[in-house]
């Protein structure tokens, strides 16, 4: 769920096809909202979370709205946590607090928005003092047959338990299991997780304690995977294996459905230095963590000019890029998307008179976020090179959170879109990048949001079907959703 605000107003414009709901009044009440998805029929749902309440609002191809249905329940001391699209049916995820206990339920709805059977019990947790549980998260495979639900049992600060759940498509658990994560040397920070198309788990947990000059012997990362109820398997990723050693630095993953196996790219670099040195590619099996595969390449110099946009012989240091996706490929390599991404603090001082205590200084913080070029990496199943490119882009915001910021992606098969608000301050043009397979791209404006009143959240965006895509707004108060059709 996407917590912070939601709307509606209509505009249709271009051959691009662009939809926008009216807008709506942002309402204290509202906590937050989700994109749902669409129904067969081609209508759009979008989640709304108030304090007390729940609704879906159903709006149609042309974004405008045909009905709202409230589906709060009839209980005391409930909260909705997650709503969730599969297939043709809604489930609604709510805690709900009884005595000493906290239990996880959902309920079924057809997309009439009727229930379907009685509220299921997913997990129960206690609260009794001592005990310390993260919130549960939810999410689903991508083609919606199942849900996973996840949890920490926290010790001593840190995270010493992993606790999941796998619901079908008929709302039925079909695994249920606990792992004991790392102790001694490993200090587990989440970096992510997902489910398969056939329902099979996996997380990848970073290692928040790991220096990779100083510990060579300790993992960096390690993922957990779920064979059965009763069975977890992990692998171990301390480095790259390249002659420095050097750490990976961002790691992330994908399962490639086909075979079932984990994608996993990470730029490499030294712990002394935001510098990448180059990348690791993983192939992991997910019965039994063996690495299938595994390659490191350093970048040349050329390479190194190439991404820094410098082509002078002076560049040695260019900053780690964040790894924001990992699409695998149909031979079994990947796609790998990294974002550069920096966030700095200034400090500004503040000189006023004080009539009783004469001249008092004061300093603020403000907060610079900093959203620029995408890399883009296509590598085959041996991990190697197959073709690089780059979107420069600049976006610096402050004060905001970046929540303009960076990119939407979109996958539609032929081609790969990428959508991003050229300048934050301005708000004034909207830009897209047409990828095909052999990694040539393609530039145009798609729309100016200033003269439609809206505002793009693109990190927020989600692809409801192989070629539509919704993107939230929130412009001068008001929330809108713009559909876009390629």
Request: proline content about 2%.
């Given at each position: 769920?996407?917590?912070?605000?939601?709307?509606?107003?209509?505009?249709?414009?271009?051959?691009?096809?662009?939809?926008?709901?009216?807008?709506?009044?942002?309402?204290?009440?509202?906590?937050?909202?989700?994109?749902?998805?669409?129904?067969?029929?081609?209508?759009?749902?979008?989640?709304?979370?108030?304090?007390?309440?729940?609704?879906?609002?159903?709006?149609?191809?042309?974004?405008?709205?045909?009905?709202?249905?409230?589906?709060?329940?009839?209980?005391?001391?409930?909260?909705?946590?997650?709503?969730?699209?599969?297939?043709?049916?809604?489930?609604?995820?709510?805690?709900?607090?009884?005595?000493?206990?906290?239990?996880?339920y959902?309920?079924?709805?057809?997309?009439?928005?009727?229930k379907?059977?009685?509220?299921?019990?997913?997990d129960?947790?206690?609260?009794?003092?001592?005990?310390?549980?993260?919130?549960?998260?939810?999410?689903?495979?991508?083609?919606?047959?199942?849900?996973?639900?996840?949890?920490?049992?926290?010790?001593?600060?840190?995270?010493?338990?992993?606790?999941?759940v796998?619901?079908?498509?008929?709302?039925?658990?079909?695994?249920?299991?606990?792992?004991?994560?790392?102790?001694?040397g490993f200090?587990?920070?989440?970096?992510?997780?997902?489910?398969?198309?056939d329902?099979k788990?996996?997380?990848?947990?970073?290692?928040?304690?790991?220096?990779?000059?100083?510990?060579k012997?300790?993992a960096?990362?390690?993922?957990v995977?779920?064979?059965?109820?009763?069975?977890?398997?992990?692998?171990?990723?301390?480095?790259?294996?390249?002659?420095?050693?050097?750490?990976?630095?961002a790691?992330?993953?994908?399962?490639?459905?086909?075979?079932?196996?984990?994608?996993?790219?990470?730029?490499?670099?030294?712990?002394?230095?935001?510098?990448?040195?180059?990348?690791?590619?993983f192939?992991i099996?997910?019965?039994?963590?063996?690495?299938?595969q595994?390659?490191?390449?350093t970048?040349?110099?050329?390479?190194?000019?190439?991404?820094?946009g410098?082509?002078?012989?002076?560049?040695?240091?260019?900053?780690?890029?964040?790894?924001?996706?990992?699409?695998?490929?149909?031979?079994?390599g990947?796609?790998?998307?990294?974002?550069?991404?920096?966030?700095t603090?200034?400090?500004?001082e503040?000189?006023?008179?004080?009539?009783?205590?004469?001249?008092?200084?004061?300093?603020?913080?403000v907060?610079y976020?900093?959203?620029?070029?995408?890399?883009?990496?296509?590598?085959n199943?041996?991990?190697?090179?197959?073709?690089?490119?780059i979107?420069?882009?600049?976006?610096?915001?402050?004060?905001d959170?970046?929540?303009?910021?960076?990119?939407?992606?979109?996958?539609?098969?032929?081609s790969?879109?990428?959508?991003?608000?050229?300048?934050i301050?301005?708000?004034?043009?909207?830009?897209?990048?047409?990828?095909?397979?052999?990694?040539?791209?393609?530039?145009?404006?798609?729309?100016?949001?200033?003269?439609?009143?809206?505002?793009?959240?693109?990190s927020?965006?989600?692809?409801?079907?192989?070629?539509?895509?919704?993107?939230?707004?929130?412009?001068?108060?008001n929330?809108?959703?713009?559909?876009?059709?390629?």
């Amino acid at each position: 769920m996407i917590f912070l605000f939601l709307i509606t107003s209509v505009y249709s414009a271009f051959a691009q096809n662009i939809f926008i709901s009216p807008p709506e009044k942002l309402s204290t009440e509202l906590v937050g909202f989700d994109i749902l998805g669409k129904t067969k029929n081609g209508d759009v749902l979008i989640y709304k979370k108030f304090r007390f309440e729940d609704e879906i609002q159903v709006l149609d191809k042309q974004m405008q709205l045909k009905r709202t249905k409230d589906i709060t329940l009839k209980l005391d001391n409930y909260e909705t946590i997650e709503l969730i699209k599969l297939n043709e049916e809604i489930f609604q995820f709510y805690t709900l607090k009884e005595n000493k206990n906290l239990y996880l339920y959902h309920q079924r709805y057809n997309t009439d928005f009727e229930k379907k059977g009685d509220p299921k019990i997913i997990d129960s947790t206690s609260l009794r003092l001592g005990d310390n549980f993260s919130a549960f998260r939810i999410m689903k495979s991508k083609n919606e047959d199942y849900v996973l639900i996840y949890k920490y049992e926290y010790s001593s600060g840190r995270i010493d338990k992993l606790f999941s759940v796998v619901v079908n498509a008929a709302g039925n658990i079909v695994q249920a299991g606990s792992e004991n994560l790392p102790g001694e040397g490993f200090s587990p920070a989440f970096v992510s997780a997902t489910i398969s198309d056939d329902g099979k788990p996996v997380f990848l947990f970073e290692n928040d304690t790991y220096s990779c000059k100083r510990e060579k012997g300790n993992a960096h990362y390690i993922f957990v995977m779920q064979e059965n109820s009763n069975q977890f398997s992990t692998t171990e990723i301390q480095n790259a294996n390249d002659s420095a050693q050097t750490c990976i630095r961002a790691l992330q993953f994908e399962i490639e459905n086909k075979t079932g196996d984990i994608i996993a790219v990470g730029l490499t670099g030294e712990d002394s230095k935001d510098a990448m040195l180059g990348y690791s590619f993983f192939r992991i099996s997910t019965f039994g963590g063996e690495i299938i595969q595994q390659h490191t390449y350093t970048f040349t110099q050329e390479m190194l000019e190439t991404i820094s946009g410098k082509a002078d012989k002076n560049v040695k240091y260019v900053p780690v890029y964040k790894v924001t996706q990992i699409i695998p490929r149909m031979d079994g390599g990947a796609l790998m998307v990294a974002e550069y991404y920096e966030k700095t603090v200034e400090n500004y001082e503040n000189t006023v008179y004080d009539p009783y205590y004469g001249y008092r200084t004061s300093t603020r913080q403000v907060e610079y976020f900093e959203y620029s070029d995408i890399v883009l990496f296509s590598l085959n199943n041996e991990g190697e090179i197959d073709w690089n490119n780059i979107i420069r882009k600049k976006q610096v915001s402050k004060e905001d959170k970046g929540v303009n910021s960076s990119f939407a992606l979109a996958n539609c098969k032929q081609s790969m879109y990428f959508i991003f608000n050229e300048d934050i301050s301005q708000n004034n043009n909207v830009l897209q990048y047409q990828m095909t397979a052999d990694g040539s791209l393609d530039r145009k404006s798609l729309f100016n949001p200033n003269q439609q009143e809206v505002e793009l959240r693109p990190s927020a965006a989600k692809q409801i079907s192989f070629n539509e895509m919704i993107i939230p707004s929130i412009y001068r108060r008001n929330i809108a959703f713009v559909k876009v059709v390629f």
